[in-house]
T-cell receptor, first 114, second 112 residues
């Protein structure tokens, strides 16, 4: 069974804290993605990575950074958490295929910033 | 640039009734199209996808969707709704970059 795991299901942090969200996949996928999901807005891409140590900005990268030191792990970092970053964060992975491949999703991390 | 529009943020049907969730897309290249489902407190799961070939695509749990290029649509249907179909459904489009552009989602409620 393919699997994408995320380090926490629920997380509560304070404004200004540095926050790390971890994602691990066991499918040897090249591509990994971080999305945030908000009611009425669907899923929006924050950052993605096509390979180890490689990253590209998505549609809403402001206030976030990422790290991919190993193929199976993709971390999302909130340098200084703010209340408008309260959201559901979803990680996904897929093979590099030039389009058309299914993305496999983790269960999500619901982050609340107080 | 690609985009997806899902008409209706909420759809309610009776158990046994037809389910129709609408999706229209915009793409400057031949698109890859997807429908994902999200059950409460879970991640997204692929229902079905269109890449090339047959325009009527069958997915899991009795769902199907038809790619209509002339209408730029990829509507999701199921002949008979079941209580277990209650969830949020997302349409998505991709080109050849492996990235997905999602619609804003449609929450399906099924009443007994």
């Amino acid at each position: 069974d393919v699997k994408v795991t995320q380090s926490s299901r629920y997380l509560v942090k304070r404004t200004g804290e540095k926050v790390f969200l971890e994602c691990v996949q066991d499918m040897d996928h090249e591509n990994m993605f971080w999305y945030r999901q908000d009611p009425g807005l669907g899923l929006r891409l924050i950052y993605f990575s096509y390979d180890v140590k490689m990253k590209e900005k998505g549609d809403i990268p402001e206030g976030y950074s990422v790290s991919r030191e190993k193929k199976e792990r993709f971390s999302l970092i909130l340098e200084s958490a703010s209340t408008n970053q309260t959201s559901m964060y979803l990680c996904a992975s897929t093979n590099r295929a030039g389009g058309g491949n299914e993305q496999f999703f983790g269960p999500g991390t619901r982050l609340t910033v107080l | 640039a690609q985009s997806v529009t899902q008409l209706g943020s909420h759809v309610s049907v009776s158990e046994g009734a037809l389910v129709l969730l609408r999706c229209n897309y915009s793409s400057s290249v031949p698109p890859y199209l997807f429908w994902y489902v999200q059950y409460p407190n879970q991640g997204l799961q692929l229902l079905l996808k269109y890449t090339t070939g047959a325009t009527l695509v069958k997915g899991i749990n009795g769902f199907e969707a038809e790619f209509k290029k002339s209408e730029t649509s990829f509507h999701l249907t199921k002949p008979s709704a079941h209580m277990s179909d209650a969830a949020e459904y997302f349409c998505a489009v991709s080109d050849n970059t492996d990235k997905l552009i999602f619609g804003t989602g449609t929450r399906l409620q099924v009443f007994p």
